[in-house]
């Protein structure tokens, strides 16, 4: 069914941007919904935005909302640009894929490895 793989992490001060990308050796169909997560050691995995592939339609959580942004890269690639990071947004970023419109961790099967990004000065 394909893989995922995360790029672009690092680190980066506060107020400093970082674009990740998460390529599947697959094909994404328009009805697939793309995600990102991030996690930290002892929580739970966060949601942080989604995409309908076909579509373009999007979905962020409060806490990243105006300053990240989904996109796609080519048929097999979705990038997330990051802006204005925050310390509290170092984790460890996943993406995902599923079909359902959702921010729940549970309606996706297919995850990547994750990238860490680290936001400190």
């Known amino acids: 069914q394909g893989q995922l793989v995360e790029s672009g992490g690092g680190l980066v001060q506060p107020g400093g941007s970082l674009r990740l990308s998460c390529e599947f050796s697959?094909?994404?169909?328009?009805?697939?919904?793309m995600a990102w997560f991030r996690q930290n050691a002892g929580t739970e995995r966060e949601f942080v935005g989604l995409v309908r592939w076909g579509v373009g339609r999007t979905l962020y959580a409060d806490s990243v909302k105006g300053r990240f942004t989904i996109s796609k890269d080519g048929a097999s690639t979705m990038a997330l640009q990051m802006d204005n990071l925050k310390p509290e947004d170092t984790a460890i970023y996943y993406c995902?894929?599923?079909?359902?419109?959702?921010?729940?961790?549970?309606?996706?099967?297919?995850w990547g490895q994750g990238t860490q990004v680290t936001v400190s000065a």
């Open positions: 697959g094909r994404i169909f328009s009805s697939h919904v």
């Open positions: 995902a894929r599923g079909s359902d419109f959702s921010s729940s961790s549970t309606s996706y099967r297919v």
